[in-house]
């Protein structure tokens, strides 16, 4: 394990597990209760994670099924009354095929509080660091990390019902050579726009939708256009889990003839249903 790595998985488990920590005797039994300041300290600290089943509509035994079930967690540290740290990372494993488990790649992100900006919203900066801790990224691809910047806007009150949120990100990636092994060429530049609508209804329920467009750039300056959008519903088991189903259709923003739109909410090729049970502290 490189340096580098070595540095991402040790700031990721403190972060993790320093929330949890207790304070053991020379004779291996527990302290007191915490302190104040203990508390306040162990206050800084969250977790969320998701447990997620993923799968496209082609039908069992054909090529083009693709089943997953995924693990994404994401640990949090407020570092000052301004600024939180974070670091999220997931693991998928192939239902269909031969059964692959991948790490994605690590995430490393420091966020300053949302603080109003007007036009009722409260506006988030964040940078973003990228870790080469996917195999496929680092092997096939010689992927060394990214960099990314980006801002969050979010309504400080419903606007007709709605709670509303806008992000835009600008990545930049690192890789050693402009292709991967297949002689693709791969992705310098990122800039990402994205927009959800999310509206309560009863105590419980929760309607979202939410669509992102990224223009991105290859090292030898080819363009191109993706699109993600997806529709959920979701419900709250108590304060701290909820169930959520939902619908992806995601791809290039043009056919082939680089003219012709193609973003669509279904598509029976590209779409995929998941179902996710979500947990937070």
Not at 67 to 92: C, E, M, P, Q, V
Not at 118 to 140: A, C, H, W
Not at 200 to 226: A, C, N
Request: aromatic share 14%.
């Amino acid at each position: 394990m490189t340096g580098r790595f070595r540095l991402a998985t040790l700031f990721f488990f403190s972060v993790f597990y320093g929330g949890y920590a207790i304070s053991v005797t020379s004779d291996g039994s527990t302290t007191s209760p915490p302190s104040e300041n203990a508390k306040e300290e162990a206050s800084r600290f969250g977790l969320s994670s998701s447990l997620e089943y993923r799968s496209n509509l082609y039908g069992d035994g054909e090529f083009e099924k693709a089943t997953h079930l995924g693990f994404d967690i994401t640990s949090t540290y407020k570092i000052s009354k301004n600024f939180i740290t974070s670091a999220r990372a997931a693991i998928s494993k192939d239902l269909v095929g031969p059964g692959d488990v991948s790490l994605s790649n690590l995430r490393l992100r420091v966020s300053q509080s949302a603080y109003p900006v007007g036009l009722n919203f409260k506006m988030s900066p964040r940078i973003s660091l990228y870790m080469p801790t996917n195999e496929v990224s680092r092997q096939d691809k010689r992927y060394f990390g990214g960099l990314a910047a980006g801002l969050l806007f979010v309504s400080e009150k419903p606007v007709i019902g709605l709670d509303i949120q806008y992000g835009l990100s600008l990545k930049k990636d690192f890789h050693e050579f402009e292709t991967d092994n297949l002689n693709q060429e791969l992705v310098e530049w990122g800039l990402t726009n994205g927009l959800t609508f999310g509206m309560p209804f009863g105590d419980r329920w929760r309607i979202e939708v939410s669509g992102s467009y990224q223009s991105v750039q290859t090292y030898r300056g080819t363009l191109k256009s993706l699109f993600i959008l997806d529709e959920s519903l979701s419900y709250n088991i108590n304060e701290k889990m909820s169930l959520v189903f939902g619908h992806t259709n995601e791809g290039n923003a043009f056919q082939y003839d680089g003219v012709t739109n193609n973003i669509g909410v279904y598509d029976e090729k590209t779409s995929t249903l998941y179902m996710a049970l979500n947990f937070s502290n």
